[in-house]
């Protein structure tokens, strides 16, 4: 089931009237309990208006996408463009777009990420991807999504392959490789197909407009009168600890 809410509605209309094109199904609004307006393939039992037909002797929604054939075009220029950009290796980019969507810039997955690199349509909205399906801008935005993993986890690209499958907030939650076998799966295998670092270390600005902020160390400082003050403040104090 493919449900978009208003928060990202600009890239979930955009996916709908691409992804209804040749093969769709119909597509109905309704009014979630929070008052968002939401847009999905089925209604579920909910209260809904079709916004969307199905074309006559069109195959399922997604079945001719969630298991992509290889896609024969070259988009080396633009992984090469957004590889020099965010000061990513091309061979790492060329390695999730082959795990991702096998090259198929068109690929939609049951989870409803989309285009060449799968962005979720959360992910393509904070990236501002507005087509996810344009395969210059999938690019682009699924590199600079990948950079801002790389630099959330201190360059190790083990725990970002692993945020990009599995969301950065479940990899936080333990600081590894999450035990979820498919993420798991997915790490190893645009590992075996990249054979580069697996470590990044990064310049604090990339490209015009695009630097993405460095964390700040705070620090637990234990005063003289036992007070307990933290702060982001590199002065010594006594019993201070970095977090």
Known sequence: MLRFCMH??????????????PASSDIYKYIDENGVSC???????????????????????????????ADTRDYSAYVEQA???????????????????????????????????????????DMNVINPFNPEENIEGGTRYLRFLLEKFNGDLTLALAAYNAGPKTVEKYMTVPPISETK????????????????????????????????????????????????????KTGKVRF
């Open 8 to 21: 990202v509605i600009v890239i979930a209309l955009v996916a709908l009237l691409l992804y209804a094109s």
């Open 39 to 69: 847009y999905t393939d089925a209604p579920v039992g909910k209260k809904t208006v079709k916004v969307l037909k199905e074309k006559k002797g069109a195959t399922k929604q997604g079945e001719a996408y969630r298991q992509p054939a």
């Open 83 to 125: 590889a020099s950009k965010y000061e990513i290796e091309p061979e790492l980019i060329k390695a999730v777009i082959k795990a991702e969507s096998n090259g198929n810039h068109r690929a939609v997955s049951s989870k409803g990420a989309m285009g060449l690199m799968q962005l979720m349509p959360s992910t393509a909205y």
């Open 185 to 236: 799966q997915y790490v190893k295998k645009i590992l075996s197909i990249f054979k580069g670092k697996g470590n990044y270390g990064f310049t604090e600005s990339v490209g015009q407009g695009n630097t993405i902020p460095q964390p700040v160390p705070i620090y637990r400082v234990v005063l003289e009168d036992g007070t307990v003050l933290f702060t982001n403040s590199s002065y010594t």
